[in-house]
């Protein structure tokens, strides 16, 4: 049995994983590592790839930056997430506001060490981003539209990294970013329907906020559109292997999402529609193994 002295350091430790949200980071690294080996690097060995030290410490500074994200985006919505998550939000302030501050500032600096391993650039590109999404979470993400575009980059911006280290400029590559960027953009936009009550009690200019619900449901349904495209074009025009099958699955998840959303008029109808998106944003990370499934075989 647990003593209530380390029952409550559990609980602050589950507090400081679910305000960092330590699995979309555990996502994000599996991610980084699979663009990596099918799609960055196709012609490196597997061993070499997961052995690179520069690329873990890539991947360690993109860990770092995105948890002190979280972390600053809490700080500075924890009145509007009080109405829209006040079971999360009991959870997340186990933690003092302090504490986390000081957890913010930590994780910022060892991004800048790990970055500094790599090179001076990696030095800027990372000082730019962790700038960059203290800027969002402070003053951008109450913005409509610029908002959700800036969110959107901040979030592929751990791949750009990886991108930048290899310097594979296929045109593949750009087609599988266009697909995940509009599908983040979607997910943003989803959420500020999710959470339009908290958004209009703090005064946040967000699309749903400033132009009604109408307005987002067609600017959802454009993207929508745009992505189902993108998918079919992935298909079609390149060589995805048995990723087809992830793509064909995506567009009929979309359609369903679009099916959703014009009769959807409720927090938890939103909450479906976001549930949608992030299972094809995370079905399409393991996914990525389906490109060639005989690479574990031949490229060890």
């Not at 690329?55 to 948890?67: E, K, N, P, Q, R």
């Not at 060589?239 to 009929?252: A, D, E, Q, T």
Request: proline letters at 2%; a positive charge.
């Amino acid at each position: 049995m647990l003593s209530r002295r380390q029952k409550h350091i559990l609980l602050k430790f589950f507090s400081l994983f679910s305000v960092v949200r330590g699995y979309n980071i555990l996502v994000v690294v599996i991610a980084q590592y699979l663009a990596s080996i099918y799609i960055f690097a196709p012609d490196k060995t597997i061993k070499s790839v997961l052995f690179d030290v520069n690329l873990l410490m890539l991947v360690l500074a993109s860990s770092a930056t995105i948890a002190a994200g979280y972390i600053i985006n809490s700080f500075y919505d924890s009145e509007k997430d009080l109405i829209n998550k006040p079971t999360k939000t009991m959870l997340d302030r186990l933690v003092s506001q302090n504490t986390k501050l000081s957890f913010y500032f930590v994780l910022n600096f060892l991004a800048i060490v790990f970055a500094s391993y790599v090179s001076f650039r990696a030095v800027i590109f990372f000082s730019i981003y962790i700038f960059a999404i203290w800027l969002y979470s402070h003053r951008l993400k109450k913005q409509p539209i610029v908002g959700n575009l800036v969110s959107a980059i901040l979030t592929v911006t751990p791949f750009f990294a990886i991108f930048i280290y290899y310097q594979n400029f296929e045109l593949v590559i750009f087609a599988h970013a266009i697909f995940l960027f509009l599908l983040v953009s979607m997910r943003e936009l989803t959420k500020d329907l999710e959470n339009i009550k908290g958004d209009l009690a703090l005064d946040y200019k967000t699309v749903p906020v400033v132009h009604g619900e109408k307005v987002s449901k067609s600017m959802l349904t454009i993207m929508s559109v745009l992505t189902i495209v993108s998918a079919i074009i992935l298909i079609m025009f390149f060589k995805v292997g048995h990723m087809y099958y992830f793509f064909y699955l995506s567009i009929g998840l979309l359609i369903l999402f679009l099916l959703v959303l014009w009769k959807s008029n409720k927090k938890t109808h939103y909450l479906i529609l976001h549930n949608i998106l992030k299972f094809i944003i995370v079905l399409g990370v393991f996914s990525i193994l389906l490109i060639d499934v005989s690479v574990v075989l031949n490229r060890i």
